[in-house]
């Protein structure tokens, strides 16, 4: 694996709509740039929260796509539209919680509602894995 190949996928009603531009997807593509000394390449979708198109977004990115990993932004609160982990744990084969805890506890730095994401990490298994 020379490239790293990253799936971010940025899940808001009102950007996917045009309302307001998307700011998860740059954040995200910062953040990468100053993290990684991998060299990497990015697939990027903004899609509303609608958990039928979430699931399949996400099955492309690593079936289709062969995404190594795929981060999404968005859809994680308590609203009954934020979908976003529950169309993550559909697709997936197995849970790593360790990652949504940490991630709250990150975000609580940050923001103070960080408490109420429903954050989680998962593994997709594809055709090329054991």
Not at 25 to 50: G, V
Not at 115 to 123: D, H
Request: charged content about 20%; overall charge negative; glycine content about 8%.
């Amino acid at each position: 694996m020379n490239t790293l190949r990253i799936g971010l996928v940025s899940i808001s009603d009102r950007a996917s709509s045009g309302v307001y531009q998307d700011k998860g997807i740059p954040a995200l593509e910062e953040w990468l740039t100053s993290a990684l000394t991998t060299p990497f390449e990015l697939e990027t979708r903004l899609i509303p929260d609608e958990q039928a198109i979430i699931e399949q977004t996400l099955c492309e990115l690593v079936d289709e796509m062969s995404c190594h990993l795929v981060l999404t932004t968005g859809g994680t609160g308590p609203a009954r539209r934020d979908v976003t982990p529950d169309a993550t744990l559909a697709v997936a084969d197995r849970e790593m919680p360790g990652f949504g805890e940490q991630m709250r506890q990150i975000s609580l730095h940050f923001v103070p509602t960080a408490i109420l994401s429903r954050q989680v990490g998962v593994i997709r298994k594809t055709g090329a894995d054991p």
